[in-house]
Nanobody
Framework: QVQLVESGGGLVQAGGSLRLSCAASGSIFIVNFMAWYRQAPGKQRELVAA???????NYADSVKGRFTISRDNAKNTMYLQMNSLKPEDTAVYYC?????????????WGQGTQVTVSS
C-alpha cells in the first residue's frame, strides 16, 4: 500500500505565506510525477502545480510567481511554498503522485489539507 500525507495547511491573512508538504510512504519503488491540486467549495478540482522526477515544473496561471513547487526525491516528499496568498486561494489542497510499487504504476492521492485565506 501507498500513503500520501499532506500537512501545513491552515488559516492565514491575505498576503501571508504557507508551506505545504506531501510525504509518500509504503510499498513504493519509484515516485515519478507529483502534483498539487485544489478544490474550492462548489468548484471542480484544479491543477495548481506539478513537478517531474527530474525537477521540471509547471504552474497554473493563477499561481505563477507566487507559488513554488519542489521535491526531495530521497525522502519521497513534495512541497508547495505559497506566498502572497489571496482569498481566492482558499481551498482544500490535495497532493497526487504517480508511483510504482513493484507491481504496477498508479496514481495515489492524499486526504487533503485545508487552506483558508482571510481578507
Amino acid at each position: 500500500q501507498v500513503q500520501l500525507v499532506e500537512s501545513g495547511g491552515g488559516l492565514v491573512q491575505a498576503g501571508g505565506s504557507l508551506r505545504l508538504s506531501c510525504a509518500a510512504s509504503g510499498s513504493i519503488f519509484i515516485v515519478n510525477f507529483m502534483a498539487w491540486y485544489r478544490q474550492a467549495p462548489g468548484k471542480q478540482r484544479e491543477l495548481v502545480a506539478a513537478i517531474a522526477s527530474g525537477g521540471s515544473t509547471n504552474y497554473a496561471d493563477s499561481v505563477k510567481g507566487r507559488f513554488t513547487i519542489s521535491r526531495d526525491n530521497a525522502k519521497n516528499t513534495m512541497y508547495l511554498q505559497m506566498n502572497s496568498l489571496k482569498p481566492e486561494d482558499t481551498a482544500v489542497y490535495y497532493c497526487k503522485a504517480h508511483v510504482y510499487d513493484n507491481r504496477a504504476w498508479f496514481d495515489a492521492w492524499g486526504q487533503g489539507t485545508q487552506v483558508t485565506v482571510s481578507s
